[in-house]
């Protein structure tokens, strides 16, 4: 079996996976052991879990591991599976351009609002999330599109592609 090639969004996640694990097995420890709380974890672990959940949705439209019903273009021709195939990914990229144009809205409309425990900017540090991941789908699904059209499927992509 073909070992994957990790890559940087693969190592992202694990660290913001990492961190996250780190915050708030801190706060568990200085609540139980210190009897006393750190204020800012739930806050700060809440937003890394929602760059992680956005940016592993990227990831995930990256590696074609979608949750997808499958059944009807399984008993369709290759040729209409190939095409099939590009227009479900088409349509993820237009999606995902609709969430990119109304969450730069969101970022422009929430500037000026801070978090209440760490006082960051909430524009960039929750809601800039879904449009720069979404950037991200986008790039991965037309890239995706583009190797279905060829007629390379996931296993085929080398490194080049990715």
């Known amino acids: 079996m073909k070992r994957k090639q990790l890559s940087a969004g ?22 139980y052991v210190f009897d006393n709380s750190l204020d800012w974890t739930e806050e700060f672990s ?9 940016v592993g949705a990227a990831l995930a439209i990256k590696e074609g591991t979608h949750i ?10 290759a040729k209409l599976q190939k095409c ?10 237009i999606f995902l351009g609709a969430i990119v144009f109304f969450g ?5 409309l929430t500037a000026g609002q801070r978090t209440s425990g760490l006082d960051l900017p ?10 720069v991941a979404s950037l991200f789908g986008i790039w991965f699904a ?8 060829r007629g ?10 990715a």
């Open 10 to 31: 693969d190592y992202l996640i694990a660290a913001l996976f990492a961190t996250m694990i780190a915050v708030v097995t801190a706060q568990v420890l200085w609540r």
């Open 46 to 54: 809440r937003h890394v879990f929602v760059w992680m959940t956005f």
């Open 68 to 77: 997808r019903v499958s059944i009807l273009g399984d008993m369709l021709p």
């Open 84 to 93: 099939l195939a590009s227009a479900y990914l088409l349509l993820i990229a």
């Open 104 to 108: 730069f809205q969101q970022v422009k």
């Open 122 to 131: 909430l524009n960039y540090v929750l809601y800039a999330s879904l449009p």
């Open 142 to 149: 037309m890239r995706n599109a583009v190797a279905v059209i």
């Open 152 to 161: 390379k499927t996931e296993q085929e992509r080398g490194p080049e592609d």
